[in-house]
T-cell receptor, first 113, second 115 residues
Protein backbone atom coordinates (compact mmCIF):
# COMPACT_ATOMS: atom_id res chain seq x y z
CA UNK A 1 0.00 0.00 0.00
CA UNK A 2 1.66 3.18 -1.21
CA UNK A 3 0.61 5.73 1.38
CA UNK A 4 2.46 8.59 -0.29
CA UNK A 5 2.17 8.81 -4.05
CA UNK A 6 3.89 10.87 -6.67
CA UNK A 7 2.15 10.02 -9.89
CA UNK A 8 4.39 12.01 -12.22
CA UNK A 9 7.77 10.34 -12.62
CA UNK A 10 9.19 13.27 -14.55
CA UNK A 11 8.61 16.92 -15.38
CA UNK A 12 10.35 19.34 -17.75
CA UNK A 13 10.07 23.08 -17.31
CA UNK A 14 11.65 26.04 -19.03
CA UNK A 15 14.04 28.14 -16.97
CA UNK A 16 12.24 31.04 -15.31
CA UNK A 17 8.84 29.35 -15.38
CA UNK A 18 7.02 27.73 -12.49
CA UNK A 19 7.57 24.08 -11.58
CA UNK A 20 4.71 22.31 -9.81
CA UNK A 21 5.37 18.93 -8.26
CA UNK A 22 2.45 16.99 -6.84
CA UNK A 23 2.04 14.48 -4.07
CA UNK A 24 -1.03 12.59 -2.85
CA UNK A 25 -1.42 10.65 0.36
CA UNK A 26 -3.94 8.18 1.67
CA UNK A 27 -3.30 8.16 5.41
CA UNK A 28 -5.38 10.86 7.10
CA UNK A 29 -3.23 10.47 10.22
CA UNK A 30 -0.30 12.17 8.53
CA UNK A 31 0.13 15.58 10.14
CA UNK A 32 3.47 16.71 8.81
CA UNK A 33 4.97 16.60 5.34
CA UNK A 34 8.43 17.19 3.98
CA UNK A 35 9.99 17.62 0.56
CA UNK A 36 13.46 16.33 -0.20
CA UNK A 37 15.66 16.99 -3.20
CA UNK A 38 18.16 14.48 -4.53
CA UNK A 39 20.99 14.97 -6.98
CA UNK A 40 22.63 11.95 -8.64
CA UNK A 41 25.15 10.13 -6.44
CA UNK A 42 24.15 12.18 -3.42
CA UNK A 43 21.82 11.57 -0.51
CA UNK A 44 18.48 13.40 -0.38
CA UNK A 45 18.54 16.81 1.29
CA UNK A 46 15.71 18.48 3.11
CA UNK A 47 14.00 21.27 1.21
CA UNK A 48 10.83 22.42 2.94
CA UNK A 49 8.14 21.11 5.25
CA UNK A 50 4.57 21.87 6.25
CA UNK A 51 2.43 21.03 9.24
CA UNK A 52 -1.15 19.96 8.70
CA UNK A 53 -2.38 22.96 10.67
CA UNK A 54 -1.21 25.14 7.81
CA UNK A 55 -2.16 25.22 4.16
CA UNK A 56 0.91 27.01 2.87
CA UNK A 57 4.57 27.38 3.74
CA UNK A 58 6.96 29.53 1.77
CA UNK A 59 10.74 29.65 1.73
CA UNK A 60 12.26 31.82 -0.95
CA UNK A 61 11.49 30.36 -4.35
CA UNK A 62 9.88 27.29 -2.81
CA UNK A 63 6.28 27.10 -1.60
CA UNK A 64 4.43 24.05 -0.41
CA UNK A 65 0.64 23.95 -0.46
CA UNK A 66 -1.43 21.47 1.51
CA UNK A 67 -5.04 20.58 0.73
CA UNK A 68 -6.13 18.28 3.54
CA UNK A 69 -9.59 17.60 2.21
CA UNK A 70 -8.09 16.34 -1.03
CA UNK A 71 -5.12 14.70 0.72
CA UNK A 72 -2.89 16.50 -1.71
CA UNK A 73 0.21 18.64 -1.45
CA UNK A 74 2.23 20.41 -4.06
CA UNK A 75 5.63 22.03 -4.27
CA UNK A 76 5.93 25.17 -6.35
CA UNK A 77 9.30 26.44 -7.51
CA UNK A 78 9.31 29.88 -9.05
CA UNK A 79 11.27 30.93 -10.93
CA UNK A 80 12.77 27.57 -11.84
CA UNK A 81 16.52 27.44 -12.36
CA UNK A 82 18.71 24.80 -14.07
CA UNK A 83 20.26 23.99 -10.67
CA UNK A 84 16.82 22.86 -9.51
CA UNK A 85 17.08 19.85 -11.82
CA UNK A 86 16.94 16.89 -9.44
CA UNK A 87 14.60 14.21 -8.13
CA UNK A 88 12.08 15.51 -5.61
CA UNK A 89 10.54 13.27 -2.97
CA UNK A 90 7.63 14.05 -0.69
CA UNK A 91 7.58 12.30 2.67
CA UNK A 92 5.51 12.03 5.82
CA UNK A 93 6.30 10.54 9.23
CA UNK A 94 4.13 7.59 10.18
CA UNK A 95 3.44 7.87 13.87
CA UNK A 96 2.31 5.35 16.40
CA UNK A 97 5.29 4.09 18.35
CA UNK A 98 8.00 4.88 15.85
CA UNK A 99 8.42 7.60 13.31
CA UNK A 100 9.43 5.96 10.11
CA UNK A 101 9.17 8.36 7.26
CA UNK A 102 7.19 7.20 4.25
CA UNK A 103 8.55 8.50 0.96
CA UNK A 104 6.93 8.84 -2.42
CA UNK A 105 8.56 7.41 -5.53
CA UNK A 106 9.94 10.78 -6.59
CA UNK A 107 9.55 13.15 -9.52
CA UNK A 108 12.51 13.93 -11.72
CA UNK A 109 12.51 17.64 -12.55
CA UNK A 110 14.47 18.91 -15.49
CA UNK A 111 14.77 22.67 -15.88
CA UNK A 112 15.72 23.59 -19.41
CA UNK A 113 18.01 26.56 -19.96
CA UNK B 1 32.04 14.37 11.30
CA UNK B 2 29.82 17.12 10.01
CA UNK B 3 27.43 14.86 8.17
CA UNK B 4 26.22 11.29 7.94
CA UNK B 5 29.04 9.10 6.70
CA UNK B 6 28.49 5.80 4.90
CA UNK B 7 30.93 3.16 3.76
CA UNK B 8 31.69 1.67 1.38
CA UNK B 9 30.40 4.06 -1.24
CA UNK B 10 30.38 1.24 -3.78
CA UNK B 11 30.34 -2.49 -3.29
CA UNK B 12 30.29 -5.16 -5.96
CA UNK B 13 29.77 -8.68 -4.73
CA UNK B 14 28.92 -12.10 -6.04
CA UNK B 15 25.57 -13.69 -5.44
CA UNK B 16 25.55 -15.65 -2.21
CA UNK B 17 28.18 -13.57 -0.42
CA UNK B 18 27.52 -11.58 2.72
CA UNK B 19 27.97 -7.81 2.81
CA UNK B 20 28.18 -5.24 5.57
CA UNK B 21 27.31 -1.59 5.11
CA UNK B 22 28.30 0.97 7.71
CA UNK B 23 26.68 4.21 8.79
CA UNK B 24 28.15 6.84 11.08
CA UNK B 25 25.37 9.30 11.99
CA UNK B 26 25.68 12.93 12.96
CA UNK B 27 26.94 13.24 16.51
CA UNK B 28 24.08 13.74 18.96
CA UNK B 29 21.39 12.36 16.66
CA UNK B 30 19.46 9.66 18.48
CA UNK B 31 17.37 8.45 15.56
CA UNK B 32 18.92 6.44 12.73
CA UNK B 33 17.19 5.09 9.63
CA UNK B 34 18.13 2.77 6.79
CA UNK B 35 16.40 3.12 3.44
CA UNK B 36 17.14 1.64 0.05
CA UNK B 37 16.49 2.89 -3.41
CA UNK B 38 16.33 0.35 -6.17
CA UNK B 39 16.71 1.44 -9.78
CA UNK B 40 13.76 3.57 -10.78
CA UNK B 41 12.09 3.21 -7.40
CA UNK B 42 11.42 5.47 -4.44
CA UNK B 43 12.94 5.28 -1.01
CA UNK B 44 11.99 2.05 0.72
CA UNK B 45 12.08 2.05 4.52
CA UNK B 46 14.12 -0.77 6.02
CA UNK B 47 14.74 -0.18 9.73
CA UNK B 48 14.65 2.56 12.36
CA UNK B 49 16.60 2.94 15.60
CA UNK B 50 15.65 5.41 18.32
CA UNK B 51 17.86 5.66 21.37
CA UNK B 52 17.75 2.50 23.46
CA UNK B 53 14.32 1.46 22.24
CA UNK B 54 13.78 -1.74 20.29
CA UNK B 55 14.30 -1.01 16.60
CA UNK B 56 11.43 -0.94 14.13
CA UNK B 57 12.43 -3.71 11.72
CA UNK B 58 9.15 -3.77 9.86
CA UNK B 59 10.72 -2.78 6.54
CA UNK B 60 13.38 -5.47 6.33
CA UNK B 61 12.49 -7.48 3.21
CA UNK B 62 13.68 -10.87 4.46
CA UNK B 63 15.53 -12.57 7.28
CA UNK B 64 18.73 -12.24 5.26
CA UNK B 65 18.73 -8.59 6.30
CA UNK B 66 19.74 -7.47 9.77
CA UNK B 67 21.04 -4.31 11.36
CA UNK B 68 22.52 -3.27 14.62
CA UNK B 69 23.46 -0.03 16.23
CA UNK B 70 26.27 -0.09 18.73
CA UNK B 71 26.51 2.39 21.57
CA UNK B 72 23.70 4.43 20.11
CA UNK B 73 25.94 5.63 17.32
CA UNK B 74 27.39 3.63 14.42
CA UNK B 75 25.08 1.24 12.63
CA UNK B 76 25.84 -1.75 10.44
CA UNK B 77 23.40 -3.21 7.92
CA UNK B 78 24.22 -6.81 7.06
CA UNK B 79 22.86 -8.70 4.08
CA UNK B 80 23.52 -12.41 4.10
CA UNK B 81 23.58 -14.63 1.02
CA UNK B 82 23.06 -11.67 -1.29
CA UNK B 83 20.73 -11.97 -4.27
CA UNK B 84 20.65 -9.93 -7.45
CA UNK B 85 17.45 -8.21 -6.34
CA UNK B 86 19.39 -6.78 -3.39
CA UNK B 87 21.22 -4.49 -5.81
CA UNK B 88 20.32 -0.93 -4.80
CA UNK B 89 21.60 2.19 -3.15
CA UNK B 90 21.38 1.82 0.61
CA UNK B 91 20.85 5.15 2.34
CA UNK B 92 21.33 5.91 5.99
CA UNK B 93 19.79 8.94 7.69
CA UNK B 94 19.82 10.37 11.18
CA UNK B 95 17.79 12.96 13.02
CA UNK B 96 17.32 14.55 16.42
CA UNK B 97 15.07 12.40 18.56
CA UNK B 98 12.02 10.60 17.29
CA UNK B 99 9.52 13.41 17.30
CA UNK B 100 8.80 12.92 13.65
CA UNK B 101 8.79 16.61 12.91
CA UNK B 102 12.42 17.06 12.11
CA UNK B 103 14.28 16.65 8.91
CA UNK B 104 16.31 13.59 8.15
CA UNK B 105 19.96 14.05 7.27
CA UNK B 106 21.04 11.50 4.70
CA UNK B 107 24.42 10.10 3.86
CA UNK B 108 25.52 9.72 0.25
CA UNK B 109 24.58 6.08 0.22
CA UNK B 110 26.27 2.76 -0.44
CA UNK B 111 25.69 1.43 -3.92
CA UNK B 112 25.49 -2.36 -3.84
CA UNK B 113 25.76 -4.40 -7.00
CA UNK B 114 25.20 -8.14 -6.77
CA UNK B 115 26.46 -10.03 -9.79
Amino acid sequence: DQQVKQNSPSLSVQEGRISILNCDYTNSMFDYFLWYKKYPAEGPTFLISISSIKDKNEDGRFTVFLNKSAKHLSLHIVPSQPGDSAVYFCAAPLRGGTYKYIFGTGTRLKVLA
Amino acid sequence: GAGVSQSPSNKVTEKGKDVELRCDPISGHTALYWYRQSLGQGLEFLIYFQGNSAPDKSGLPSDRFSAERTGGSVSTLTIQRTQQEDSAVYLCASSFGGAGTGELFFGEGSRLTVL
